[in-house]
């Protein structure tokens, strides 16, 4: 099976651009005030006008209210809401748009507990834990705390880069990897030669699988 690729945290058209042309199946913007890659509707505007089709369009989420969410709706033609709070699933389906949901690991049973509570998601997306931060952490987590029986696609992030995505593909299986830090120069800025070796390495290791 070949593992998906999303970059998220994107702000560069460049940064776009150079995503697309290196395979990557979905792109994440994040609409979340105190983050380092946030982007404003108006920039998103601009950056989703160079995503090409079958390419996802993904907006980032955390603890939005449900005007926030509208208005971003109303202006963007985002394929996919991702949650990255604390946000009950009843909330997260009310915009008659598919969502994927985020959970900070911190311990055993807890990707368990997700599958079930958020089992009408198109995606469960597990994440490192950060008391301080909803993800962006450049940390990874135990894998061995991600059960086998996944009831939904399992997207796998937290600390991935070229170095050790293929051993995360190997370990996990995931449905799909998701990747930000590992592949920028500075916070919300992409390194074009990283983009490309992370990719490149996802897709030599599903090859050889």
Not at 5 to 25: F, M, P, S, W, Y
Not at 139 to 151: A, C, G, T, Y
Request: aromatic share 8%; hydrophobic share 45%.
């Amino acid at each position: 099976m070949t593992t998906r690729v999303k970059i998220c945290g994107l702000t560069r058209v460049q940064d776009v651009k150079a995503a697309v042309a290196n395979g990557a199946d979905a792109l994440g913007f994040v609409f979340y005030e105190p983050s380092p890659r946030v982007v404003s509707i108006e920039q998103v505007e601009l950056l989703a006008r160079h995503v090409p089709a079958f390419v996802s369009v993904v907006g980032l989420f955390v603890n939005p209210s449900a005007k926030q969410v509208k208005d971003v709706l109303d202006r963007i033609p985002l394929d996919l809401l991702q949650f990255h709070g604390d946000e009950p699933a009843d909330f997260c389906q009310q915009f008659g748009r598919r969502w994927i949901k985020a959970v900070r690991v911190q311990g055993a049973g807890q990707i368990e507990r997700a599958f079930a509570e958020y089992h009408s998601a198109a995606g469960l997306l597990v994440d490192a834990w950060d008391p301080a931060r909803y993800g962006g952490t450049g940390h990874s987590f135990n894998w061995d705390l991600i059960p086998l029986e996944r009831p939904l696609p399992l997207i796998l992030a937290g600390g991935l880069s070229s170095d050790n995505v293929s051993r995360a593909i190997e370990q996990v299986k995931p449905w799909a990897v998701d990747v930000s830090g590992g592949v920028e120069e500075s916070k919300g800025i992409k390194d074009i030669e990283k983009i490309s070796e992370f990719i490149k390495e996802v897709h030599r290791v599903c090859k050889t699988d």
